[in-house]
């Protein structure tokens, strides 16, 4: 069973994801990891990142591996090596959609993508899993919330693992994320047709994966 998970940057569809698949005892598979791959051996191997043709070169060349540890999570490589942490730095995030909104990369992965999840029993999520690259996934959400509460959990997201930001430069990169992601002419973030909305403003993270968990179930 493939369960699709898609939703705009700091809505929590990635911690939701990750419970949900442990609970489940599915495989978890975090997309936006992969692209935040590419996007740090693009910011390493100093590639252009306005040179699409550099980029879909390196892209290529990658060699990404996700993996889920006994206890829960994700760990991610990176041509062999373990960059779960790096890939998180504020200096990804601020190129990493720039990166995924390139169609030929986005093919890239789309490919290693349903590599990793086919025939499995997986809890995938992303921006585009139940409209492109898992369309036919047996259950599709959509985890929404406030734009300002997005903010907030963000900002404590960066602060709690020792990143030095403002609210103000956090709400200033989703806006650009959401601009972006939203607007881009390839696999453009969009609820499915068939996806169930979870609005999570109000809502604990037990809660939600309490309700989609339920809804699996169902």
Not at 59 to 86: E, H, W
Not at 140 to 160: G, P
């Amino acid at each position: 069973m493939i369960i699709a998970i898609d939703g705009p940057a700091g809505a929590g569809k990635s911690t939701v994801a990750k419970k949900l698949a442990q609970r489940l005892g599915f495989i978890y598979i975090d997309t936006g990891a992969m692209y935040r791959a590419v996007t740090l051996k693009l910011l390493e191997g100093r590639v252009d990142i306005k040179d699409e043709k550099a980029v879909v070169e390196a892209a290529r060349s990658c060699k990404i591996g996700l993996k889920n540890p006994p206890g829960g999570g994700l760990q991610v490589f990176l041509d062999s090596a373990d960059v779960s942490q790096q890939i998180r730095q504020p200096r990804i995030t601020e190129f990493v959609s720039d990166v995924a909104r390139i169609k030929e990369v986005r093919s890239v992965m789309l490919g290693l993508q349903r590599k990793a999840g086919e025939g499995k029993d997986a809890v995938i999520d992303g921006r585009d899993i139940g409209t492109v690259v898992f369309p036919g996934a047996e259950k599709k959400f959509y985890i929404d919330a406030d734009f300002q509460e997005r903010v907030e959990r963000r900002f404590k997201e960066l602060a709690a693992a020792g990143q030095d930001v403002s609210r103000g430069s956090v709400e200033k990169d989703l806006r650009n994320r959401d601009s972006i992601d939203s607007n881009r002419e390839v696999a453009p973030l969009k609820k499915a047709d068939d996806a169930v909305r979870i609005d999570t403003t109000n809502m604990t993270i037990e809660e939600v994966v309490n309700t989609l968990f339920n809804q699996v179930l169902a």
